[in-house]
Nanobody, 116 residues
C-alpha cells in the first residue's frame, strides 16, 4: 500500500490549494479515505472523509471551505481548499481508516502554509 500526497505549498490568506493523494497497492474504490492534518506542536486533527459511496464529511473548522473528492478510475483522492486561513497551516496527510480515529496507512504528508 502506498499513499503519496502532493499539491501543498505556501499561499496567502483567502487563497486556494488543491491537494492530491495517489493511492496504489490496494483496491482504492473499496475503501473510505480521510484527510488528516497536523499543525506544529499539535496532535493529528481529522479534516474530512469520503466513503465508498461518495458521501462526504467535514470537521466544523473546514466545513464550507474544503471539498473532498475521489476519482476511483485514477485511484486518487483530492482536497480542494478554499478561503484558506493561517490556522489551516499544517502537514496534510491522506490516510486509510480502519475505525474511528484509527488508520492503517498514511502518506508522507504535504505541507500547507497560509501566511501573508
Amino acid at each position: 500500500v502506498q499513499l503519496v500526497e502532493s499539491g501543498g505549498g505556501m499561499v496567502q490568506p483567502g487563497g486556494s490549494l488543491r491537494l492530491s493523494c495517489a493511492a496504489s497497492g490496494f483496491t482504492f474504490s473499496n475503501y473510505g479515505m480521510n484527510w488528516v492534518r497536523q499543525a506544529p506542536g499539535k496532535g493529528p486533527e481529522w479534516v474530512s472523509s469520503i466513503n465508498t459511496y461518495g458521501s462526504t464529511y467535514y470537521a466544523d473548522s473546514v466545513k464550507g471551505r474544503f471539498i473532498i473528492a475521489r476519482d476511483n478510475a485514477k485511484n486518487t483522492l483530492y482536497l480542494q481548499m478554499n478561503s484558506l486561513k493561517p490556522e489551516d497551516t499544517a502537514l496534510y496527510y491522506c490516510a486509510r481508516p480502519v475505525g474511528t480515529g484509527q488508520y492503517d496507512y498514511w502518506g508522507q504528508g504535504t505541507q500547507v502554509t497560509v501566511s501573508s
